[in-house]
């Protein structure tokens, strides 16, 4: 693998769902670190912040779709905003508890998101993705 995944960045405003993915995350031994943002609004703060040190930005990121004040859909809207530098070598993930036909198909039309996921996570799934 050309670029080992270091840092996946969990996008969750459900603590529950974040400790069971993180915990997930962890087993794969996939990443090594997990960034963990209890929302939108933390995650593109976090981003902002860090956006000219890279190696404090994430290479992957798992982002729920059902989030109250700014849910995935909308979180993607600030994201196609940040510098191509970032967007193109950080692909995004959606997370979500159903599998709504409206969301799979919004999420299959986005260019950043590379899959829709359900929860909880499946650890061979995620291995997939990052191959």
Not at 23 to 49: A, M, P, V
Not at 80 to 109: H, N, Y
Request: glycine share 2%; charged share 25%.
């Amino acid at each position: 693998m050309p670029n080992e995944l270091k840092k996946i960045m969990l996008i969750d405003d459900n603590e529950i769902d974040l400790k069971i993915n993180a915990r997930i995350i962890t087993l794969t031994s996939l990443f090594d670190e997990i960034i963990i943002c209890q929302s939108g609004e933390e995650s593109l703060d976090y981003i902002n912040k860090y956006i000219h040190n890279p190696e404090k930005l994430p290479d992957f990121i798992l982002l729920d779709i059902q989030m109250p004040e700014m849910d995935g859909f909308e979180y993607l809207e600030h994201y196609k905003q940040l510098p191509s530098t970032f967007t193109s070598s950080c692909p995004v993930a959606m997370l979500s508890s159903t599998l709504d036909f409206g969301d799979i198909k919004r999420a299959e039309a986005n260019v950043y998101v590379v899959k829709l996921l359900k929860k909880p996570l499946i650890p061979t799934e995620l291995a997939e993705l990052i191959k």
